[in-house]
């Protein structure tokens, strides 16, 4: 079955400080992976995704992660922190047919200290 | 910017009284899913909906919730009798089609609390 995990429930970093949010899952085939990020009282946002092809992908407001097949990692890094990004940020992996269902990781808290 | 309308945002509602959410997808998005956040989880998928026809229900506690999305536009989400369990947050999200390679985009969010 798959799964995903974030090792990481609360994460403080000061700002312009660099950021690295961990995610590991379990997946038998070829995962499509995602971070989306949620600010407090609003909705997910999809930061960046995965599907195929080159393993460090670029999404936004300065955001990248890298796909690691051995090692079933997907982190999310951003060089220099703002105190905007201070959120929850999920983890997510999509099965590459069927019915699109995600499953998220639990999360992790990000707070920035100025 | 198109976006994915849900109301109510907050809702209090005494056990074993019933309760409904609504979403408004974005309009064209033949897919449409409702979502449960409980406090310090990440969203777990309740029900999906390819136009008109439930495609996924597998997580749908089928006792008391129901979904309906009767013309394949705007939808809803109905528990009865609700639960002290069911305190969480619903989301709704909406994508062009079926298949992860299509982003879905999530509503803010209807925060329930029973009471």
């Known amino acids: 079955a798959q799964s995903v995990t974030q090792p990481d429930i609360h994460i403080t970093v000061s700002e312009g400080a660099s950021l690295e949010l961990r995610c590991n899952y379990s997946?038998?085939?070829?995962?499509?992976l995602f971070w989306y990020v949620q600010s407090p009282g609003q909705g997910l946002q999809l930061l960046l995704k995965?599907?195929?092809?080159?393993?460090l992908v670029q999404g936004i407001k300065g955001f990248e992660a890298e796909f690691k097949r051995s090692q079933s990692s997907f982190n999310l890094r951003k060089p220099s922190v703002h105190w905007s990004d201070a959120a929850e940020y999920f983890c997510?992996?999509?099965?590459?047919?069927?019915?699109?269902?995600?499953?998220f990781g639990a999360g992790t808290r990000l707070a920035v200290h100025p | 910017e198109a976006e994915v309308a849900q109301s109510p945002r907050y809702k209090i509602t005494e056990k074993s009284q019933a309760v409904a959410f609504w979403c408004d997808p974005i309009?064209?998005?033949?897919?449409l899913y409702w979502y449960r956040q409980i406090l310090g989880q990440g969203p777990e998928l309740l029900v999906q909906?390819?136009?008109?026809?439930?495609?996924?229900d597998s997580q749908l506690p089928k006792d008391r919730f129901s979904a309906e999305r009767l013309k394949g536009v705007d939808s809803t989400l109905k528990i009865q009798p609700a639960e002290l369990g069911d305190s969480a947050m619903y989301l709704c999200?909406?994508?062009?089609?079926?298949?992860?390679?299509?982003?879905?985009?999530f509503g803010p969010g209807t925060r329930l609390t029973v009471t």
């Open positions: 997946y038998g085939a070829t995962p499509y």
């Open positions: 999200a909406s994508s062009k089609r079926q298949g992860s390679s299509y982003e879905q985009y």
């Open positions: 309009s064209g998005h033949a897919t």
């Open positions: 995965y599907f195929s092809g080159d393993t």
């Open positions: 997510a992996v999509g099965s590459s047919g069927g019915y699109n269902k995600l499953i």
């Open positions: 909906f390819q136009d008109e026809s439930v495609v996924d």
